[in-house]
């Protein structure tokens, strides 16, 4: 019966805590592939270079020239909390860098097989170093020829995670989503270039040169559609929150397409996030000039005082909440409103002569 059955609690194993942890920050290609943009912008990389073998899943490369990671690191580099960007709690409140709890490089190496090259300036040589469960392998880093900056090579990524892997929908989905992160990356980040492509092409399915401008990024990505209908939305205000910035473009009513509904992409803080009221908000400003079903096509990047955003909210830093939302969110559309309407009058004025 019951009573004689006594109910045990044990720890569980470090290795299956670690993989549990893993599981919630990676739960497919594309997030590795979020963190590992985030980590070759942190470092002040202008050309961050991809190759994507069977949707990540059996390989993943990322080449960037950014600061490189010192070899005395390698050993911490894919252990938790090990991290150059944040030391106390407080930090976490005026962190301006993507990253910030050190767990993406140790949650990848637990569920792949992961190898780092990795070159500063002031080495001779480049490193190359092996990680499994976290750990650097035993016979330590080796010294590779090598350009500075790093490259990450990630192998057969969920390999022993097998829910993970039947929860995934195959190799074309999976690149599909990869893209769609790095095209996103590609509007927001100036200065950097980016290249995409699939093991084994001779083709890159994505270029963005360093010095192209945001307009000419949304160009190439998602079209002259788009992009030759775009007004640019910068705004600055002083709100309860403190100093607002935002900055993005927009397309106008000229423009709508409801074949192809691309997602609008908005960055806090540089922060790849969704925010599903500011999109509802948006797409509800556009009713009155769009027909209906229509949705324009929005890029923006808001800048608030970091003591307002808590992106601590979510294992995949995705949603990120911030303190009045309602205001910052009415002032956007108040602006927008104005903006179109104004634009708006002119074509009629325009078009009457
Ligand atoms: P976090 O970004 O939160 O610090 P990560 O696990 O993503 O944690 O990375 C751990 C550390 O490894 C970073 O703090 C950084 O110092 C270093 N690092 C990771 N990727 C790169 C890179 N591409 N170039 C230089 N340093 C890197
Ligand atoms: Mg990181």
């Not at 991809?50 to 990540?56: E, M, V």
């Not at 301006?96 to 070159?119: N, P, W």
């Not at 080796?142 to 090579?153: C, H, W």
């Not at 409801?258 to 509802?280: G, H, M, S, Y």
């Amino acid at each position: 019966n019951s009573e004689s059955q006594t109910v045990r609690i044990r720890p569980l194993d470090k290795s299956v805590v670690n993989k549990i942890a893993a599981g919630e920050i990676i739960i497919a290609p594309a997030n590795a592939i979020k963190e590992l943009l985030e980590n070759s912008i942190d470092a002040g990389s202008t050309t961050i270079d991809i190759t994507i073998k069977d949707g990540g899943l059996k390989q993943i490369t990322i080449t960037d020239n950014g600061s490189g990671i010192n070899k005395d690191d390698l050993p911490i580099l894919c252990e938790r909390f090990t991290t150059s960007k944040l030391s106390k709690f407080e930090d976490l409140q005026s962190i301006a860098t993507y990253g910030f709890r050190g767990e993406a490089l140790a949650s990848i190496s637990q569920i792949s097989h992961l190898t780092v090259i990795t070159k500063t300036k002031n080495e001779p040589t480049a490193w190359k170093a092996q990680f499994t469960d976290g750990m650097l392998n035993k016979n330590g880093a080796k010294p590779v020829a090598g350009k500075n900056g790093t490259s990450l090579i990630i192998e057969d990524l969920f390999y022993n995670v097998k829910s993970r892997l039947r929860a995934l929908r195959g190799g074309n989905e999976e690149y599909l989503k990869i893209v769609d992160v790095v095209n996103r990356y590609s509007v927001h980040s100036k200065n950097v270039g980016f290249t995409i492509k699939k093991t084994g092409s001779n083709s890159n399915d994505l270029i963005i040169r360093p010095n192209l401008n945001t307009k000419d990024r949304i160009k190439v990505i998602y079209g002259s559609s788009v992009a030759n209908d775009l007004i640019d939305l910068s705004l600055q205000a002083n709100l309860d929150v403190g100093l607002f910035k935002c900055e993005g473009m927009i397309t106008n009513s000229n423009y709508y397409n409801n074949k192809k509904r691309i997602q609008p992409i908005f960055f806090i803080n540089n922060r790849l996030v969704a925010c599903d009221p500011l999109k509802r908000a948006i797409n509800q400003v556009y009713s009155s000039y769009l027909p209906k079903g229509h949705t324009p096509f929005i890029y923006l990047a808001l800048e608030l005082d970091p003591v307002n955003v808590d992106v601590n909210v979510h294992p995949t830093k995705r949603e990120v909440r911030f303190l009045h939302e309602d205001e910052v969110i009415d002032y956007i559309v108040r602006e927008l409103e104005a903006k179109l309407s104004s634009l708006d009058s002119s074509r009629k004025f325009t078009t009457q002569q």
